[in-house]
Structure formats: C-alpha cells, structure tokens
C-alpha cells in the first residue's frame, strides 16, 4: 500500500470513519480541562487525529497497533506529539500522564477490555469520549432498570457521570460495520472511595449479572453463611440496583461471609 490508504484489518476491528463532520463532532466533544495528556486509541488514518494534533493539548500522544497505519500517521499527519506503536491494554498509563482524557474509536472486539483498563486507572483517567457499539454504549449509559443495565454500568457509574451524545449510522465507515455505533463521554466523578470493599463490589456486581434473571439471594448464596439473615435487596434482580444499592448489598456480604 502506498501512503494514501491503509487497508481496514478485520482481524483488529477496523473500520475507518469518513464523516469530517462526524470526526469533528467527536474531537469537540472532549473537554480535557485540567488534562497534562490526551491519548487517541487506534488512529488508523487519523480522521480524529488531524482536529485533535490542532487543539494544542499539553501533550498528545497516539496509540496504534497496526503498523501500517503508525506509517501513514508519521508520513501524513503532522502535530502528533508522539505515535506510540502496540497496543493500549498492554500501556502503562502510570508513565503517561498524571491527568489523562482518553479518546478514539474504540475497536469493537476490545472496547469492554479498554473500559476495564480505564477503570483500573480511574485516578488518572478523567475523561473518555469514544465510539463504540451501539448496544455497549446503550449499556453503559443506562439507569437501573432497564434489561441491558449491567456490569459496565455499574462500575463505570461508580467513579464517572457517563453520557450519550450521539449515533452513528453504519455509512460513515469504510468498510460500513453492520451495526450502529455511538459516542459516549466519561468524566471522573467526585468519588474518592466506594462505601464498602472495593473487590467484594466487583465480586458481587459480576456475580449478580451473571445470574441475572435470576433473585439477588441465588448468586449470593455461595458468598455468605447458610444462617445469614435476609436482606432488602435479595428479592431484587442485579438490573434492579443501582451503584449505592450494589454497595449496601456488598456490606451485608461482608457481614455474613
């Protein structure tokens, strides 16, 4: 390939963005007040790379995977303050920044694993505008209640005010995905500590959801002592609870362990 084109890799997820208007709509989304860092996850060709290299961040750093485009990136676009080749799940955000705001167009076979990296470094990481699935996103900005309220909406609404700006039909890439994707914004909340112990919470959040048609006292019951008492929450289902329910819930385990 010459350095006009790179080829979209199925095997990494790819699919470029097209839409200018689109590209633009994303970059401005992202406030990244008070950010020493901006991170672009996965450039490809750098649609948002171009916009976001012009907003003059105090460092801007890309990470990109595929080596063909980490060359067209160092031939075509320029203001890149460094183009870092591999792969993000296996950065140590610890060396990037002290404040970080996170952006890209998540590839869709990894975007739950990105979200538990950003999770892993939530002190670090205040911001996170990106697009993702459709259905993830809706996943994720959902309230208690709903059928497609889960893990990641618990976790992530744990330690960030979550967001959904916009849809993205399927047209605007090339090669078109076969689903709508989404833009979605994270900002670190004011949380500083979970009301409880921070791995009984996951234990218990994934525990839940993954018997989740299921009454709370079911996937519990391993978790706790066959005479522990009732609790108000039991005969709820996970998609019920919300982040402070989960944590009152994860102080009666701990009780009754």
């Known amino acids: 390939m010459g350095a006009d084109k790179v080829r979209a890799k199925k095997h990494l997820g790819q699919h470029f963005l097209?839409?200018?208007?689109?590209?633009?709509?994303?970059?401005?989304?992202?406030?990244?007040?008070?950010?020493?860092?901006?991170?672009?996850?996965?450039?490809?060709?750098?649609?948002?790379?171009?916009?976001?290299?012009?907003?003059?961040?105090?460092?801007?750093k890309v990470v990109e995977i595929d080596r063909e485009s980490v060359d067209y990136l160092r031939?075509?676009?320029?203001?890149?303050?460094?183009?870092?080749?591999?792969?993000?799940?296996?950065?140590?955000?610890?060396?990037?920044?002290?404040?970080?705001?996170?952006?890209?167009?998540?590839?869709?076979?990894?975007?739950?694993?990105?979200f538990f990296r950003v999770l892993e470094n939530r002190n670090r990481v205040r911001e996170v505008v990106c697009m993702v699935q459709k259905e993830v996103a809706e996943r994720i900005c959902t309230p208690p209640g709903s059928r497609v309220y889960g893990i990641l909406s618990v976790l992530l609404g744990a330690w960030y005010d979550i967001e959904y700006l916009f849809t993205v039909n399927e047209g605007v890439f090339s090669p078109p995905p076969k689903v709508k994707s989404a833009v979605i914004r994270l900002r670190r909340n004011e949380r500083l500590r979970l009301g409880c112990d921070e791995e009984l919470f996951i234990s218990v959040v994934k525990r839940c959801f993954n018997q989740r048609r299921k009454m709370l006292r079911n996937p519990l019951k391993m978790m706790v002592r066959t005479d522990a008492g009732d609790m108000k929450y039991l005969s709820m289902r996970a998609e019920q609870l919300s982040v402070e329910q989960f944590e009152e819930l994860t102080v009666w385990v701990a009780e009754n362990r």
């Not at 591999?86 to 952006?103: N, P, T």
């Open 75 to 114: 031939k075509n676009i320029s203001g890149i303050g460094e183009i870092i080749p591999g792969d993000f799940l296996e950065l140590d955000l610890r060396q990037m920044g002290e404040s970080i705001a996170v952006i890209g167009n998540f590839p869709y076979n990894i975007s739950s694993q990105i």
């Open 18 to 60: 097209k839409d200018k208007r689109i590209a633009t709509a994303i970059v401005e989304s992202l406030r990244a007040g008070g950010c020493d860092t901006v991170i672009e996850v996965g450039p490809g060709m750098g649609v948002l790379t171009e916009y976001l290299a012009a907003r003059d961040f105090p460092s801007f």
